[in-house]
């Protein structure tokens, strides 16, 4: 628009030419302060958004420094952690893998022993598997019990 049409569509130019019409002063003193009025509102409106860059420009630097300091180290150590847990896994199915090994072992040597000798059992008694350990090594115990 051209800038004396953006002047006439302006309520502030119309302000003007009544307050001047009303306390005597001239069309040219309306227009000059309508026009002055006019720029600094411009003015406003630039620094208004200068500041909103800034603003941008700061939000985006404490995201970048964020993600930096906190976030990239919280991600290296969830992946370590990640990395421990499948190493313990790793280690919980050899040690199931032995466990079932060791019983299975201990149940053909009773088996053996009572071919041999039926007596050694009796003599001998298999210990007791203790109720802390029942859980990990014999789980289908606890089900027969609970019956």
């Known amino acids: 628009m051209p800038p004396f049409q953006d002047l006439f569509n302006s309520q502030e130019f119309w ?35 200068e500041a909103d860059k800034l603003a941008a ?9 964020l993600t930096d300091s906190v976030i990239q180290p919280l991600r290296t ?22 466990t079932a090994y060791t019983r299975s072992l201990f149940h053909w ?14 003599r001998h008694p298999k210990p007791h598997l203790p109720d802390e350990l029942r859980g990990d090594i014999m789980p289908e115990s606890f089900d027969k019990e609970e019956q």
């Open 15 to 49: 302000s003007a030419v009544i307050i001047s019409l009303i306390g005597g002063g001239g069309i040219v003193g309306t227009i000059i302060t309508a026009w002055s009025n006019r720029r600094s509102e411009a003015q406003d409106e630039h620094e208004q958004a």
């Open 57 to 65: 420009e700061a939000a985006e630097a404490a995201v970048r420094i």
């Open 77 to 98: 150590q969830v992946e370590s952690q990640g990395d421990q847990i499948q190493h313990l896994e790793e280690r919980q199915r050899k040690y199931f893998a032995l």
């Open 109 to 122: 040597l009773q088996q053996f022993c009572e071919i041999v000798d039926p007596d050694f059992l009796e």
